[in-house]
Nanobody
Protein backbone atom coordinates (compact mmCIF):
# COMPACT_ATOMS: atom_id res chain seq x y z
CA UNK A 1 0.00 0.00 0.00
CA UNK A 2 1.29 3.45 -0.95
CA UNK A 3 0.21 6.75 0.56
CA UNK A 4 0.86 10.35 -0.47
CA UNK A 5 0.32 12.88 2.30
CA UNK A 6 0.26 16.52 1.31
CA UNK A 7 0.59 19.45 3.69
CA UNK A 8 1.28 23.16 3.85
CA UNK A 9 -1.96 24.64 2.56
CA UNK A 10 -3.17 27.77 4.30
CA UNK A 11 -4.87 31.13 3.98
CA UNK A 12 -2.47 33.73 2.59
CA UNK A 13 -2.76 37.32 1.39
CA UNK A 14 -2.26 38.27 -2.26
CA UNK A 15 1.43 38.59 -3.01
CA UNK A 16 2.34 36.13 -0.30
CA UNK A 17 4.13 32.79 -0.42
CA UNK A 18 3.50 29.22 0.66
CA UNK A 19 5.43 25.97 0.49
CA UNK A 20 3.58 22.71 -0.01
CA UNK A 21 5.06 19.30 0.79
CA UNK A 22 3.98 15.80 -0.14
CA UNK A 23 5.60 12.70 1.30
CA UNK A 24 5.21 9.23 -0.14
CA UNK A 25 5.30 6.14 2.04
CA UNK A 26 4.61 2.43 1.82
CA UNK A 27 5.84 -0.46 -0.28
CA UNK A 28 7.72 1.66 -2.82
CA UNK A 29 10.42 0.29 -5.08
CA UNK A 30 11.05 3.59 -6.83
CA UNK A 31 9.30 6.84 -7.70
CA UNK A 32 9.40 8.26 -11.21
CA UNK A 33 7.53 11.48 -12.03
CA UNK A 34 6.01 13.49 -9.18
CA UNK A 35 3.80 16.51 -9.52
CA UNK A 36 1.19 18.91 -8.29
CA UNK A 37 -2.26 19.54 -9.71
CA UNK A 38 -5.00 21.86 -8.48
CA UNK A 39 -8.74 22.12 -8.67
CA UNK A 40 -10.70 25.28 -8.03
CA UNK A 41 -14.45 25.21 -7.31
CA UNK A 42 -16.41 24.59 -10.50
CA UNK A 43 -13.28 23.98 -12.55
CA UNK A 44 -11.44 20.95 -13.85
CA UNK A 45 -8.27 19.71 -12.21
CA UNK A 46 -5.27 21.30 -13.91
CA UNK A 47 -1.54 20.75 -14.04
CA UNK A 48 0.57 22.95 -11.80
CA UNK A 49 4.01 21.38 -12.14
CA UNK A 50 5.78 18.06 -12.58
CA UNK A 51 9.31 16.87 -11.93
CA UNK A 52 11.11 13.76 -13.13
CA UNK A 53 13.33 11.57 -11.00
CA UNK A 54 16.31 13.30 -12.58
CA UNK A 55 14.99 16.78 -11.81
CA UNK A 56 13.54 17.91 -15.14
CA UNK A 57 10.57 20.18 -14.54
CA UNK A 58 7.42 21.25 -16.36
CA UNK A 59 5.00 24.01 -15.34
CA UNK A 60 1.51 25.11 -16.19
CA UNK A 61 1.43 28.43 -18.03
CA UNK A 62 -0.37 30.24 -15.23
CA UNK A 63 2.34 29.52 -12.64
CA UNK A 64 5.54 29.83 -14.68
CA UNK A 65 8.00 32.19 -13.03
CA UNK A 66 6.11 32.16 -9.72
CA UNK A 67 6.10 28.53 -8.58
CA UNK A 68 9.04 26.15 -8.20
CA UNK A 69 8.77 22.38 -7.87
CA UNK A 70 11.53 20.33 -6.28
CA UNK A 71 11.99 16.90 -4.74
CA UNK A 72 14.11 15.02 -2.27
CA UNK A 73 14.42 11.47 -3.56
CA UNK A 74 15.89 10.17 -0.31
CA UNK A 75 12.88 11.47 1.62
CA UNK A 76 10.41 10.47 -1.13
CA UNK A 77 9.04 14.01 -0.92
CA UNK A 78 8.01 16.61 -3.47
CA UNK A 79 7.74 20.31 -2.71
CA UNK A 80 6.00 23.26 -4.32
CA UNK A 81 7.27 26.75 -3.50
CA UNK A 82 4.58 29.25 -4.43
CA UNK A 83 5.42 32.95 -4.63
CA UNK A 84 3.47 36.02 -5.73
CA UNK A 85 0.20 34.27 -5.00
CA UNK A 86 -3.00 35.77 -6.31
CA UNK A 87 -6.68 34.93 -5.73
CA UNK A 88 -6.75 32.87 -8.95
CA UNK A 89 -4.36 30.43 -7.25
CA UNK A 90 -7.07 29.52 -4.72
CA UNK A 91 -7.73 25.79 -5.06
CA UNK A 92 -7.25 22.38 -3.53
CA UNK A 93 -3.74 21.24 -4.43
CA UNK A 94 -3.16 17.54 -5.03
CA UNK A 95 0.17 15.78 -5.27
CA UNK A 96 0.64 12.91 -7.68
CA UNK A 97 3.30 10.29 -8.19
CA UNK A 98 4.16 7.49 -10.59
CA UNK A 99 5.39 4.71 -8.33
CA UNK A 100 6.96 1.34 -9.01
CA UNK A 101 5.70 -1.25 -6.54
CA UNK A 102 6.28 -4.94 -6.03
CA UNK A 103 3.04 -6.89 -6.30
CA UNK A 104 3.17 -10.61 -5.70
CA UNK A 105 5.72 -11.77 -8.26
CA UNK A 106 6.32 -8.72 -10.44
CA UNK A 107 7.01 -5.02 -10.51
CA UNK A 108 4.07 -2.80 -11.42
CA UNK A 109 3.80 0.90 -12.23
CA UNK A 110 1.01 2.59 -10.31
CA UNK A 111 -0.20 6.20 -10.14
CA UNK A 112 -1.23 7.67 -6.79
CA UNK A 113 -2.90 10.87 -5.60
CA UNK A 114 -2.58 12.67 -2.30
CA UNK A 115 -5.62 13.74 -0.30
CA UNK A 116 -5.40 17.41 -1.25
CA UNK A 117 -4.46 20.51 0.71
CA UNK A 118 -6.43 23.77 0.56
CA UNK A 119 -4.73 26.97 -0.55
CA UNK A 120 -6.76 30.15 -0.20
CA UNK A 121 -5.45 33.50 -1.39
CA UNK A 122 -7.51 36.36 -0.05
CA UNK A 123 -7.17 39.68 1.71
Amino acid sequence: QVQLVGSGGDLVQPGGSLRLSCAASGSIVSINDMGWFRQAPGKQRELVATITKGGDTNYGDSVKGRFTISRDNAKKTVYLQMNSLNPEDTAVYYCNADVMVWERVTFRARNYWGQGTQVTVSS
